[in-house]
C-alpha cells in the first residue's frame, strides 16, 4: 500500500476503537484498510457506488490479505448497510450536500450508529448542522492543508436527548472543536477565508446596486466581523502565552523518590492509560540512568515503559535484538515493557503546525493504545542533535525505526529497510533539527496536553544513551526539572549547564554549539509547543 495522505491518516486517526467500521464512498479502500491493520476494528464494509473505485478497493484488500474482513459492497450511500451492523461510519470525498443526503435518506441506520467520522469537501456547517439538529454532538474536529486544499474531519457521537444545547453561529460555521484548539491550519483557513471574502466585497461594491447585492454585502460584511473576531481572539491568546512564563521545577538532591516528587509538585495528574518514554540504551552504555531508579514514579503513575528500534547497528536496530537488551537491562523484570514499533505497520501522526520537511510523524502504532505519556529524560549530549532532553524523546524517541529515518533524513527516506541509506545521505543539519522539532509536535498534539516532562541532569556525557562507545560524564550532576513545557525545561536545563562553574561545561557546550543543537529549541517555540519564557522554581524536600 502507497503511502497514506495526510488527510487519510486525519480520517483513520479520527476513528475510535469498535467492532464494525463501514467506509461509504471508500473509493481506494485505504481507510478500512488501516482501521484492520491497526486493531482499531475487527471487521469493516467497504462501499462505493460506483464499480472502478471498488475494484480499486478489493485490489488493496486482497493485496493486504485482508479480504476474509473487510466486506465489498457495491451500492449508493448507507443503502448498504443494515441496522446496528456498524458502530462506526466514515463518508468523506463527497460534499456537505450530499453527506447530509445520504444520511437523510437513511434514518433508521443513523439512529443506531453511535459515531461517524465525516470529511466534506464543501457546505461543512450545512453538515454540523444536520448533527446539531439530530441529536449528534460534535466530539473532534481537524483540519488538515493538502496539496493547497483545506480539509475538515468531524468526529460525532450520539449526544442523547437534552445532552446537546443549540449552537451559535460560530460554532455551525466554523466548528466548535476548532474553535477551542485554534490549531495553525486553522487559523491559516480562516486568513485565507478573510481574504476571499474581502475580495468578493470589493467586487459587489463596484457592482449596480440591487437589492441582492445589497444583502449579499451586508452577509460578507457580518462574516468578516465573525472571522475578524475569532483571528483577534487566536492572535490574544498566543500574545497571552509569549508572556505567561511556562513553570519548570527544579531540585539539586537527585535521587529516585525526588523524582516522584517533582512529578507530584507538578499537579497534574496523567489518567487512562499511560505511556512512560525512556531512554533503556545501548548494549555497551555505562551512562544510562537504570531502571530501579525510575521505579518509584513509573509505579506511582501505573504506567507502561514504551521503547521504540533503532535505526542503526546496534543491539536495538531489530525486535529480537532489541527485546533482549531490554531484558538484558532489566526493564522488562521491573516494568510491563511495549516496544510500540515490534510489528508493524507503523502510526502516522499528522504534522498539524506550519512544517518545511516532514509530510507525517512515523511512530510505533501501539502509540495510539495510550491516553497520556510520561516522558522520562536523561539529559545529557548527542551526537548528532547536540543535546538529548524532552524534545529528543518526543520526536526520535518515539518515532519507530522508519519514523527515526524519516527525521534524519528531514522527509527524504521513509522506510525502515532505507536505514542503511540514510547515513550515507544525510541533509543539511539544521533541516534534521527543524524535523526533530516538526515530529515532536506530532506527538505534543496527538496527546492534546496530557504530557508531563521530567528531565534528569546527571552522568552528563557528550554522548547520548545511544551509544555503545561513550565518554564517561564530563559535569557533575545538576538535579531534577520538572514542567508540562517540553521546550521550556530543555530551555532550562543548558542554561543550567550554561550557568554551571564546572570545569567540563565548555566541553559539554562545544557539542551543542557544534551541532548547532539550541536551533530544535527555537524551531519547537516558533511551532508553537512550548516558550522559551520560564520561570526556574527551586525546590528543597
Known amino acids: 500500500m502507497k503511502a497514506p495522505s495526510e488527510r487519510i491518516m486525519t480520517i483513520f486517526r479520527m476513528v475510535s476503537p469498535g467492532t464494525v467500521a463501514a467506509d461509504i464512498g471508500t473509493d481506494h479502500g485505504m481507510v478500512p484498510v488501516l482501521l484492520l491493520k491497526n486493531g482499531v476494528v475487527s471487521r469493516a464494509v467497504a462501499s462505493d457506488v460506483r464499480k472502478g473505485p471498488l475494484l480499486r478497493a478489493k485490489k488493496l484488500i486482497e493485496e493486504e490479505g485482508l479480504e476474509d474482513r473487510i466486506d465489498c459492497r457495491l451500492g449508493d450511500g448507507l443503502q448498504t448497510l443494515s441496522e446496528r451492523e456498524a ?281 495510539r493504545n495510550y491516553d497520556s505519556m510520561l516522558v522520562l529524560a536523561h539529559f545529557k549530549g548527542h551526537p548528532m542533535g547536540g543535546f538529548g532532553g524532552a524534545l529528543k524523546q518526543l520526536s526520535i524517541g518515539v518515532a519507530s525505526t522508519a519514523g527515526k529515518v524519516n527525521i534524519h533524513s528531514a522527509g527524504k527516506y521513509v ?6 541509506v540514510v547515513w550515507n545521505d544525510l541533509p543539511a543539519q539544521d533541516a534534521f533539527l527543524e524535523s526533530m522539532a516538526e515530529a515532536a509536535s506530532a506527538v505534543v498534539d496527538h496527546f492534546a496536553g496530557e504530557i508531563v516532562y521530567v528531565n534528569v541532569m546527571a552522568n552528563m556525557s557528550v554522548d547520548c544513551d545511544c551509544c555503545a562507545v561513550a565518554e564517561d560524564p564530563c559535569l557533575k550532576d545538576i538535579g531534577i526539572l520538572a514542567s508540562l513545557d517540553p521546550v521550556a525545561i530543555d530551555r532550562a536545563c543548558l542554561d543550567l549547564v550554561k550557568a554551571s562553574k564546572d570545569i567540563g561545561r565548555e566541553h559539554f557546550m562545544e557539542r551543542v554549539n557544534s551541532r548547532n543543537g539550541e536551533h530544535t529549541i527555537d524551531v519547537a517555540e516558533e511551532l508553537g509547543i512550548g516558550t522559551t519564557n520560564y520561570e526556574l522554581v527551586e525546590l528543597k524536600f
Open 415 to 420: 522506510k525502515a529497510e532505507e536505514q542503511s
Open 87 to 367: 458502530d462506526r461510519v466514515i463518508i468523506a470525498g463527497v460534499g456537505g450536500g450530499l453527506i447530509v443526503r445520504i444520511l437523510e435518506e437513511s434514518e433508521a441506520i443513523v439512529r443506531s450508529t453511535p459515531e461517524f467520522v465525516l470529511s466534506p469537501h464543501s457546505d461543512v456547517p450545512k453538515v454540523r448542522e444536520y448533527l446539531f439538529r439530530n441529536g449528534f454532538s460534535v466530539a473532534d474536529e481537524e483540519m488538515v492543508l493538502e496539496d493547497g486544499k483545506y480539509y475538515t474531519v468531524i468526529r460525532a457521537v450520539r449526544a442523547g436527548k437534552g445532552k446537546e444545547k443549540d449552537p451559535d453561529e460560530q460554532s455551525l460555521l466554523f466548528g466548535p472543536a476548532l474553535l477551542k484548539k485554534r490549531t495553525p491550519v486553522f487559523l491559516g483557513w480562516l486568513s485565507a477565508e478573510e481574504k476571499k471574502t474581502r475580495e468578493i466585497l470589493e467586487k459587489l461594491e463596484r457592482s449596480a446596486p440591487s437589492c441582492r447585492t445589497a444583502k449579499l454585502k451586508q452577509e460578507k460584511r457580518h462574516l468578516l466581523e465573525m472571522i475578524g473576531t475569532v483571528l483577534a481572539d487566536g492572535k490574544a491568546a498566543k500574545e497571552r502565552q509569549m508572556k505567561e512564563k511556562a513553570k519548570v521545577l527544579f531540585t539539586r538532591e537527585i535521587t529516585a523518590e525526588n523524582v516522584l516528587r517533582m512529578y507530584e509538585a507538578l499537579g497534574k495528574k496523567l489518567t487512562g492509560k499511560i505511556a512512560v518514554k525512556v531512554h533503556s540504551g545501548e548494549d555497551g552504555n555505562q551512562n544510562f540512568l537504570k531502571p530501579e531508579f525510575w521505579k518509584p514514579v513509573v509505579d506511582h503513575v501505573g504506567g507502561t515503559v514504551v521503547e521504540c528500534n533503532t535505526a542503526y547497528g546496534g543491539a536495538r536496530n531489530t525486535t529480537a535484538k532489541h527485546l533482549k537488551l531490554i531484558r538484558k537491562h532489566g526493564w522488562s523484570r521491573v516494568f510491563s515493557v511495549d516496544l510500540m514499533d515490534a510489528e508493524g505497520p507503523d502510526m502516522e501522526l499528522p504534522i498539524l503546525r506550519p512544517k518545511k520537511h516532514l509530510k507525517s510523524d512515523i511512530v510505533g502504532k501501539n502509540l
